[in-house]
């Protein structure tokens, strides 16, 4: 057939419609006629308007026998869309014409019920799921979504999206709740009365494990054990259910001879505090739990348990210290009691590292200013102006000097020089051994002194521990002697008593961690040092500062625990009377004295909680590089040619340290006998 002739049989078909009355049964018969003239002939019958897609293109034939309403030639009309690739989708007074591929993205009707529109309208759906989970369901549905079509899984709200033709969606919608039921998977609690849920738990997981062995495509059972209540919680099908249920009935039965022997290895606490513990807590129990079952009534008096019998109701409770051990026997309800104390106890404690910085400036600045007159007449008169006593020191050591030979060079060599070192500048003066003899020794002096000492001990330990840190010298004190005179002129047995006294810096720190990041520290520090003015070895006189305290502190932070500024000025002036009140000739006869002295002392604290290991590697390894690059500056400024001691780069030192040794199964007791595995040692820090 030409072209030709479908077009005017296309014509002949839209004439003879359109003669029809409106709403008139229409029986559509098609051959190879272009869709655009279907289009076309479903306007006119239903009134509807359509926007066609230029895509849409290509020939149709529909073979109808009978007459069909309005309803009937568009729901026809839809199926010949669907079959030729296209879908009808609603766009308000419109409905669009387009391929399928964009139907998902175009916009189609979304319906809680897509049971009232046309089987090949594209609909949105959203089905929730109650009872599965919708993402395993994406999967099994996939298969039956065209691949326009979209199917997808929001796990958060356990929901499914279908887009997809009304049809087929009604009938996803059938599969979706026979698959979203209830299934005999679920969860049941045993609540153990004299088993160990977590020892239950353990014999219940071996024997999954050797039914997995046998055959690995069979549901894995989840058991788990709450210590808290002592029960025992399986989730799984009701036939595994049912089967570990009777197990679990047959490990719950009472103990015949009235208790059980368990060996629990600690991995923090000290087995020797702790068995004391709980073997009073296991009495107290047994004891609160006596008055329960009498109504009330005060039990009889049991004896205390001691070192080398049984405890109350047979409750024991030895520490091996060798091993670090707990040996409890104990009956089942208060072996849970006594295990799970010792879970909340036996917990790793973190450390706090201190730092304490002791800074010490001092300065002392002094002026001495004066003239010493000095007339001798043994016959006549004699007068002297010794206006300072250092003065009469200086002149007692320069006499002594000279009186040893009036003749030697030396001794009034070593006379002039003590003057000196006393701070006489200028001496002279005429000597008459038969007349009056004058003297003049001016005396200047000028001091400027300063000490700056900076100490910062570090001290690491664990939480409400106490720790003391001292380095310092034993220095002898003399405290008393003793000489017993004989008849003759010699002493006969003298001795004397010598006391050691630690001098140098001691730091004690107990830290107490509070909640959050705050540490309460009690602190016990004590700075002490020697006199540069001690006469003797034994008769030194000490500079001691101690400081006690208790604070408060953010982990971190630095703050001031102690303080002391001194600030001294001494001002003397010693003059002969009148003559030194003269103007300008008045300086002649006066001695003035000045001197200054300042210090200021400041005790600061910083303490660091370590919790984790990467904390404490960060801080010892900061530590280590301080003290090795001071090794390397000490080597530059002294610049020997010998091979001085260095410590190892830190990365260096920690590749040097040889890994732990394996654990093997003979080194960890059988839990069966022990109660409770031996920990393994912890794996070594790793290296930055």
Known sequence: MTPLKIAMRAVLLCLALASLPARADVTLNLKDAEISTLIATVS?????????????????????????????????????????GFAAVPAGDTIKIIPETNARWEGSSYGGDAGGLAKDEIVTKVFPVQNVSATQLVPILRPMIPQWGHLGAYQPSNILIISDRAANVRRLEQLIRQMDQVGDRDIESFKLENASAAEVVRILTALTQQDKQADPSMRQTAIIADERSNSVLIGGDRTERGKY??????????????????VV????????????????????????????????????????????????????????????????????????????????????????LVE????????????????????????????????????????????????????????????????LGLGATAAGGIINDNGTSFGLLLKALKGDGSSNILSTPTLLTMDNEEAKFSVGQEVPFLTGSFSNTGSGSSTVNPFQTIERKDVGLTLGVTPQINEGNVVKLKIDLESSSLTASADSTLQQTTNKRTLTNTVVVETGQVLVIGGLTDDKLNDSKNQVPFLGDLPLLGNLFRARAVKKDKSNLMVFIRPTILRKQSEADYYTRKKYDAVRQAQIDSA?????????????PYDVLMSDAPPPPPVT??????????????????APPATN
């Open 265 to 352: 290895y600690l991995r923090y606490a000290t087995a020797e505090n702790l068995a004391p513990i709980l073997e009073g807590y296991a009495q107290e129990v047994a004891k609160s739990d006596s008055k329960s079952s009498a109504g009330g009534a005060a039990p009889a008096a049991a004896p205390a348990a001691s070192s080398g019998g049984g405890g109350r109701d047979g409750i024991r409770v030895l520490s091996d210290k060798d091993t670090n051990a707990l040996i409890i026997t104990a009956p089942p309800k208060a072996m849970r009691q006594i295990r799970d104390v010792i879970a909340q106890l036996d917990i790793q404690r973190s450390q706090v």
């Open 665 to 682: 199964e003979q080194q960890v007791p059988p839990p069966s006998v022990a109660g409770q595995a031996r920990p393994q040692p912890p």
């Open 356 to 419: 304490a910085i002791i800074a010490e400036v001092s300065a002392t600045t002094s002026n001495q200013l004066g003239v010493d007159w000095a007339v001798f007449n043994k016959e006549r008169i004699a007068a002297a102006g010794i206006l300072n006593p250092s003065t009469s020191q200086a002149l007692s050591n320069a006499a002594s000097a000279l009186g040893n030979s009036s003749s030697s060079s030396g001794n009034t060599a070593t006379a002039a020089l003590s003057l």
């Open 636 to 648: 530059k400024v002294t610049q020997s040619t010998g091979r001085q001691p260095m410590l190892k």
């Open 245 to 262: 249920r009777d197990i679990i009935r047959q490990l719950d039965q009472p103990v015949t001879d009235g208790g059980a022997t368990q």
């Open 44 to 84: 006119e019958v239903t009134g509807k308007n359509f926007i066609v897609d230029s895509r849409v293109k290509g020939k149709v034939t529909v073979i109808s026998s009978s007459p069909m309403s309005a309803d009937g030639l568009y729901e026809t009309f839809l199926a010949v869309l669907a079959v030729n």
